[in-house]
């Protein structure tokens, strides 16, 4: 008989507590918050170190740091039965839950040993939605108080916890989220029928509003708590229901106006069960989650509007260009823009500039009067902006009819990232962090 090998998790932990956070970091996988590191990569013997996949994770502080967290469910038990969802009621999977000592004890232990600068914390619904919620703020209380412990905690928000939970849990958490999960009340109520859109809306409120009340009081009051420094985020799955890109991006626009959301992720989705109500297992929508992103960028950095960047009249983001190029191309007469006079906000609609490539000609030209040498040496893409700018009033290329535009721009065929990692532990927020061009 083969030889079982030990989870390597369990060899360092001891093997309750090993087993169970290799079932609780695999089925706190499915959340898009963060990019598993996961590998499983053992020492040698006699070696050191080890790619575990037993729940390590990166993200992305505010400030653009990457850290890798400890991401985990507090219990994969769960009362509803969501139909994307591998932890759903009606899942044959092994159920198993930790103490708040086990965990704060994981944390702690796993800090000490450099392994994670934080914790993503989240879980099952397995009692009422008080009571789960209490359980994630004790984890954060004794982390933050009885131990000290410093580091990145971002918690999930239980739809239909109290908001009094909610603003204290705040008081612990640098991140708090609530996934919103689909994009419209009707998908809601047929793949996720016991929770509701309005339940979750209103805890994003909830949230948003004790950001602002701290944030104020902060500004009269010396020693205001911190609520949620990192503010909070939601994830959107893509592809469970029919809606289309524009009925998403439009959605993710309003939250963030609304609720002064930092992040909507978006998770391309991938079948973990045979469902009626989903639509036939196929591979996961990469591509479209990629475009999302891609136009979740231009929404929070390039002063795009949400209505105007889905132009196909399926609502769908094409597949052959990315939105910015496809906002160019059904936009002709916005262009040529004069690059040594063009203003901010205008050159960041230009394909092949990106924010800094815009504040650097910007900076750039009240020395010199700018031309294609001196854009190729400030980072432009000179590939696809020569097509759309103009120095001293002549183009820098006159540009073929629509069609042979749209072929030179066209990406060629190309790997989107994450995709060598499919199946439902597969999450991506690496794939978030590129920039346009
Ligand atoms: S509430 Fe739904 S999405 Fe969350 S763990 Fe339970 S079944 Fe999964």
Redesign the pocket.
């Known amino acids: 008989m083969p030889l079982q090998r030990k989870p390597y998790a369990c060899i360092v932990l001891g093997m309750e507590l090993g087993e169970k956070l290799e079932i609780l970091a695999a089925s706190a996988r499915c959340d898009a918050s963060f990019a598993s590191s996961g590998s499983d990569r053992r020492p040698r013997s006699g070696g050191i170190g080890a790619g575990a996949p037993s729940g390590v994770c990166h993200s992305f502080s505010g400030d653009g740091r990457c850290i890798s967290l400890l991401k985990v469910l507090y219990s994969n038990a769960?009362r509803?039965?969501?139909a994307y969802?591998a932890?759903?009621?009606s899942s044959d999977i092994v159920r198993t839950s930790f103490s708040v000592d086990e965990l704060v004890r994981l944390t702690l232990d796993f800090y000490r040993r450099n392994y994670i600068e934080g914790l993503f914390l989240s879980s099952?619904?397995f009692s009422d939605p008080d009571i789960v919620m209490e359980r994630l703020i004790e984890v954060a209380r004794v982390l933050r108080v009885e131990a000290g412990f410093g580091g990145y905690i971002h918690l999930k928000a239980i739809p239909g916890a109290g908001e009094r939970l909610l603003r204290l849990a705040g008081l612990y958490a640098d991140r708090l989220s609530i996934n919103i999960e689909l994009p419209t009340a009707a998908s809601l109520v047929r793949l996720?029928p016991e929770?509701s859109g309005a339940e979750i809306l209103g805890a994003m409120r909830a949230m948003g509003d004790a950001e602002s009340e701290h944030t104020r009081d902060s500004r009269r009051i010396r020693h205001t708590p911190n609520f949620a420094p990192a503010g909070q985020s939601t994830q959107l799955i893509v592809g469970a229901s029919p809606e289309s890109d524009r009925t998403i991006i439009l959605l993710a626009s309003s939250l963030y106006r609304r609720y002064a959301l930092r992040r909507v992720y978006y998770s391309a989705f991938m079948p973990v069960a045979p469902d009626p109500r989903l639509p036939a297992a196929a591979a996961p929508p990469l591509l479209r989650e990629h475009r999302l992103y891609q136009c979740d960028w231009l929404l929070r950095f390039y002063g795009f509007k949400a209505e105007e960047l889905v132009q196909e009249a399926d609502g769908n983001f094409p597949t052959d260009v990315d939105p910015k190029v496809a906002w160019a191309l059904a936009h002709r007469d916005f262009f040529p823009l004069d690059v040594n006079s063009a203003h901010l906000g205008e050159l960041l609609r230009v394909p092949g500039i990106g924010l800094r490539g815009a504040r650097r000609i910007v900076a750039t030209r009240r020395q010199v009067s700018l031309g294609p040498a001196e854009l190729g040496k400030l980072g432009i893409v000179m590939k696809k902006a020569r097509w759309f700018l103009s120095a001293g009033g002549r183009p820098l290329c006159a540009p073929p009819e629509e069609q042979s535009l749209r072929l030179l721009l066209a990406e060629g065929p190309r790997e989107v990232p994450g995709a060598s990692k499919p199946g439902p532990g597969r999450t991506v927020e690496s794939q978030m962090e590129f920039a346009f061009p």
Do not use: L
Request: proline share 0%; hydrophobic share 25%.
């Open positions: 769960c509803n039965d969501c969802c932890n759903r009621a099952g619904i996720a929770k």
